[in-house]
DNA sequence: CGCTTTGTTGACACTCGTCAAACTAAGTGG
DNA sequence: CCACTTAGTTTGACGAGTGTCAACAAAGCG
């Protein structure tokens, strides 16, 4: 299983806009996380920002009652953990086995007063994911189950290739608590996006590659 | 248009952090907006960023089909319409008739390069921002709609005065587009939630005075 | 080749949405 | 001052969409 992901650091967008290492005066280093295992928990301080640099990762809060609310996916390339607070605001998971490059994190005050570059960057880290939580919001509020599912196909295939052929890191729950669904209720959309042509399954293997009709799916988005 | 425009000294905690009129370079003006005037649109050029004087304002995203999405509230007091992109990602119309302060924009590139401080405050309120539309994807992928209201009392009751006692601004519609919900949904939640003796109603005018035990909606909220 | 995990599908239940009606409050003009 | 209109709220009846539970299939894994 993604036996063929080579990892190229130099073509990687490079973490806080390539200011990390001499900036900050920070080490970074790489670290494997077995799948499913935890990364930081809610709560805990923050003492790293980290950069997926292969596989991926889910982030997410819990209610008392175990319901869980992912609220984004982290993929090849994706800057996360990043808090101007003391403390982590997700519970961060490896979804699969994953590597991510780790940088030591300073106060906010300090990096935002030594480095007019970094602090803009902090910024507009910051400003998009806001971006993506102000749009998941307007799904989660007001999008049928369909909506979602076809959604949810059209980001991935945007942020992973682009090119209408997906291959999902993460299994029908994490997808199901990403969109405020239901497991079953994601795999009779996909069914149902199977049934309209929308999506077609190319192997047979669990973790399938999708080929994705990307016109008809963004009808179905709105 | 334009017609109330008066420059008055800061009785409210200024905008930016008190940095606006002596670092931003720019003008403050006071505004009044009636009931259900447009403030901005979605994807207008952000020119201004606002600050709630009196009213309350709702931010909100539409779909095609006109399903709507309010992704917040800006009550007295409230900094809002800031951006870093250039144009507005919301539509901003306020709930009943409201005074803003208004205050010319700069770009994004010139504040964060100019002024540390500056930057630091555009982080915060970034920041604090993001934490509550992360929060409400908690609220608006997993919680009922019995918690989703018994969490919009507490978050009301918090930034409106904290003691129990609310007066709210915006309209039963206005809470559903909030919470993900109908209007009836609410309607029956509060009814409810009256007959657990955890709301009561003050007053029979339309804008109803509640009064909120705090303790039995926070077991509801989670 | 069993065993476990993940995904699919069906039957059914339930929450919430839809539609409709009654009611209250507020605004308007004669 | 009072009918009349308009906007907003509440409540009921009903139905649709999604969740729940269960059975089965497929895939991964030792």
Request: net charge neutral.
């Given at each position: 299983?993604?036996?063929?992901?080579?990892?190229?650091?130099?073509?990687?967008?490079?973490?806080?806009?390539?200011?990390?290492?001499?900036?900050?005066?920070?080490?970074?280093?790489?670290?494997?996380?077995?799948?499913?295992?935890?990364?930081?928990?809610?709560?805990?301080p923050a003492?790293?920002?980290?950069?997926?640099?292969?596989?991926?990762?889910?982030?997410?809060?819990?209610?008392?009652?175990g319901r869980r609310q992912i609220g984004a996916f982290h993929l090849v390339g994706d800057i996360f953990g990043l808090e101007n607070a003391e403390t982590h605001r997700f519970t961060a998971e490896a979804v699969v086995d994953t590597d991510v490059r780790l940088i030591r994190r300073?106060?906010?005050?300090r990096v935002a007063d030594s480095d007019f570059a970094l602090a803009r960057n902090l910024l507009i880290m910051t400003t998009?994911?806001?971006q993506?939580?102000?749009?998941?919001?307007?799904?989660?509020?007001?999008?049928?189950?369909?909506?979602?599912?076809?959604?949810?196909?059209?980001?991935?295939?945007?942020?992973?290739?682009?090119?209408?052929?997906?291959?999902?890191?993460?299994c029908r729950r994490d997808i199901a608590d990403y969109l405020g669904l239901t497991l079953e209720t994601v795999s009779r959309a996909l069914s149902k996006l199977h049934g309209y042509g929308?999506?077609?399954?190319?192997?047979?293997?669990?973790?399938e590659i999708m080929l994705i009709d990307r016109d008809q799916l963004s009808r179905l988005d709105n």
């Open positions: 299983m993604f036996a063929h992901v080579n990892v190229r650091p130099a073509t990687m967008p490079s973490i806080l806009g390539g200011l990390t290492a001499r900036h900050a005066n920070c080490i970074t280093s790489e670290f494997h996380y077995r799948k499913g295992s935890e990364i930081y928990g809610e709560k805990e003492e790293y920002v980290y950069q997926v640099v292969s596989g991926a990762v889910r982030s997410y809060k819990l209610l008392s009652d300073m106060s906010l005050e998009s994911n806001l993506h939580a102000e749009d998941h919001m307007l799904l989660l509020g007001r999008k049928t189950a369909l909506e979602r599912v076809a959604a949810f196909l059209l980001e991935m295939d945007r942020r992973l290739t682009g090119v209408g052929v997906v291959a999902l890191p993460m929308a999506v077609d399954f190319l192997g047979s293997n669990q973790r």
